[in-house]
């Protein structure tokens, strides 16, 4: 999903020129520090900023020097992400969102049960 996610981002311009497609950096957890994911995003010259998950960094580091490097990560910016979580949590929360009753034209009776 996360290619189709960046696929559809548009970020007006405060002046003139058309909107911006690619952000400045992708900052997700470690469900997403998959090869294919980084190799997307590095195609499109965005930064990942995205933890290295714990069994992929014991088998890099079995590997001993022909494990590579571990991906950069940028800790400060990383430290931000909770701010997009809390909002998600806050919108879940919702409940006139979450169940919709607020879209009803006309009141609907509680149900009786004997």
């Known amino acids: 999903m996360l290619t189709e996610v960046l696929a559809d981002i548009r970020v007006p311009r405060?002046?003139?020129?058309?909107?911006?497609?690619?952000?400045?950096?992708?900052?997700?957890?470690?469900?997403?520090?998959?090869?294919?994911?980084?190799?997307?995003?590095?195609?499109?010259?965005?930064?990942?900023?995205?933890?290295?998950?714990?069994?992929?960094?014991?088998?890099?580091?079995?590997?001993?020097?022909?494990g590579g490097r571990p991906p950069a990560l940028d800790a400060q910016t990383y430290k931000r992400r909770n701010v997009v979580e809390r909002s998600f949590a806050l919108t879940k929360q919702w409940r006139a969102l979450a169940t919709r009753y607020d879209c009803e034209d006309e009141m609907v009776p509680p149900r009786i049960v004997v």
């Open 14 to 66: 405060l002046g003139p020129g058309r909107a911006r497609t690619t952000p400045d950096a992708a900052i997700a957890d470690r469900a997403y520090a998959t090869g294919p994911v980084r190799k997307h995003l590095r195609s499109r010259g965005i930064k990942a900023v995205i933890p290295e998950k714990k069994d992929s960094a014991a088998a890099r580091q079995r590997r001993g020097s022909a």
